[in-house]
């Protein structure tokens, strides 16, 4: 069981978290008169488990709130975008903790803030962010790696914050926090011992890498997309999505889209994603599923938006 330790300010997603579980991975901020937004607290949550949820879905979803369980893990339940609490069960690794609080949960605490979250990567390339996004496996990770090694930097890795500007709506990523996941074949490719870092629970042979050198701290305006899926061919493909298939794109590539309609959002990620296609460009990009083509992407990418400019 976690012993509820001091309380340590954090920076994450441009959010001041307030949490009693620590969390390594994310800069600490010295100044404690800071603003908080949000706060993360562990309290039993059993009875109000047992009170919302039933059999038939393994999460509780309403306007105000995102309850959720992982069996033999936690039970968590985010709230009104300002608090996360975390009811531990039986015996569980602070590191299993962590994986969902800034994954599921920071993807529904997004969405209550009214924050586009997409499942991707976001670079900074000639001042302007770019997105790499797709499904689970795709290798957005690894391409975003690749650019680090040609000397770009990373905003963000897995999810994806998106926001509007009030005046011209104009998109702009904020940075998330310092880190990226890697599979132990992308370490190799890039001559990286996965020795020196450390396996993420449940995936062995992914690793979380800290990238503190090549990491961009501000907010960047979106100016691009690229969806990377796989394919069976054998050479690199790239086209621009037109018209209503970007609405398509935006939301199956939104993170956790799954609690849009339970959160009442549908009309907001509609407005939000119209505005968010009149601003950039969207290109689907697809890659050979064999051999290391990470390298000959980058260039195709920095091709695309040289043309686009």
């Not at 701290?217 to 796989?230: M, S």
Request: net charge neutral; aromatic share 10%; charged share 20%.
């Amino acid at each position: 069981m976690i012993e509820i330790t001091t309380q340590v300010i954090y920076k994450a997603f441009g959010y001041m978290i307030k949490s009693e579980i620590p969390f390594p991975e994310l800069p600490q901020m010295n100044n404690k008169k800071v603003s908080i937004d949000l706060e993360i607290k562990i309290k039993d949550l059993s009875k109000l488990w047992l009170e919302l949820s039933n059999t038939q879905s393994a999460f509780v979803v309403n306007e105000n709130l995102v309850m959720f369980q992982v069996p033999n893990i936690a039970t968590f339940c985010i709230m009104e975008g300002k608090k996360i609490i975390v009811s531990p069960l039986n015996d569980y690794d602070e590191d299993i903790i962590r994986l969902y609080l800034l994954g599921t949960c920071m993807g529904a605490i997004l969405l209550q803030r009214r924050v586009f979250p997409l499942h991707g990567s976001a670079l900074a390339i000639n001042g302007k962010a770019y997105a790499i996004i797709g499904e689970s496996g795709a290798g957005k990770s690894t391409l975003a790696s690749a650019f680090l090694s040609e000397g770009y930097q990373l905003l963000s890795d897995d999810v994806l914050a998106v926001s509007l500007s009030q005046e011209e709506s104009i998109p702009f990523v904020t940075p998330s926090y310092p880190q990226q996941k890697l599979w132990k074949e992308s370490l190799s490719n890039f001559g990286m011992d996965a020795n020196d870092y450390n396996s993420i629970f449940g995936r062995e042979t992914k690793y979380s890498v800290p990238v503190s050198t090549n990491y961009f701290r501000e907010p960047l305006p979106l100016a691009g997309v690229f969806e990377l899926i796989k394919s069976k061919n054998t050479k690199i493909e790239i086209r621009r999505i037109e018209k209503m298939e970007r609405f398509y794109i935006l939301f199956s590539n939104t993170f956790r889209n799954f609690l849009i309609r339970d959160l009442g959002l549908m009309n907001w990620h509609f407005q939000t994603s119209a505005n968010i296609v009149n601003k950039i460009d969207i290109y689907q990009l697809k890659r050979p599923v064999n051999g290391f083509s990470a390298t000959e992407l980058v260039s195709t990418i920095l091709n695309a938006i040289e043309k686009g400019e």
